[in-house]
């Protein structure tokens, strides 16, 4: 667990934290999702000007995906993946797969290999619409 030793020094606003460990592609967006309560400080909204301290955990909702983080050490560096992880401790329950369904446009019709494009009548016998 790598603690940046400036971290007492160190004051990070909440936007530019989630920003600096990647977990939206801007500050804006950080910020937006902040002011809209996707983003929320032990279960309470917060404004995102708001200090982090080590410790506190924020809970996401990141596309339809539950992430809770808690902060680890302060950075307002955005750098690689690997270094960012260090800064936090992800508490995300996993994600659950989903289940695909078999297409509905699936074809019947067998063409051979080689054949070419299909006529007007090879269409209209794809698509069933026999006349």
């Known amino acids: 667990m ?7 020094k160190m004051e990070v606003r ?17 910020s937006e999702a902040i002011k809209a309560g996707k983003v929320k400080l032990n279960d309470e909204h917060f ?5 982090v301290k080590p410790g506190e955990r924020y ?7 539950k992430k809770i983080v808690e902060v680890l050490s302060l950075t307002g560096k955005r750098q690689g993946f690997e270094v960012a992880k260090q800064h936090y401790i992800d508490h ?5 797969k989903t289940e695909v369904f078999p ?7 067998k063409r051979d290999r080689g054949s070419g494009r299909p006529t007007k009548k090879d269409r209209r016998d ?3 619409f026999n006349t």
């Open 47 to 51: 404004k995102p000007s708001h200090l």
């Open 14 to 30: 909440a936007d530019t934290y989630l920003w600096a460990i990647r977990m939206y592609k801007s500050r804006t967006l950080a």
């Open 59 to 65: 809970t996401m909702n990141i596309s339809s995906v």
């Open 92 to 96: 995300s329950p996993p994600i659950e």
């Open 126 to 128: 794809i698509e069933g």
């Open 2 to 8: 790598p603690a940046n030793p400036d971290c007492k």
């Open 103 to 109: 297409s509905v446009f699936v074809s019947t019709v």
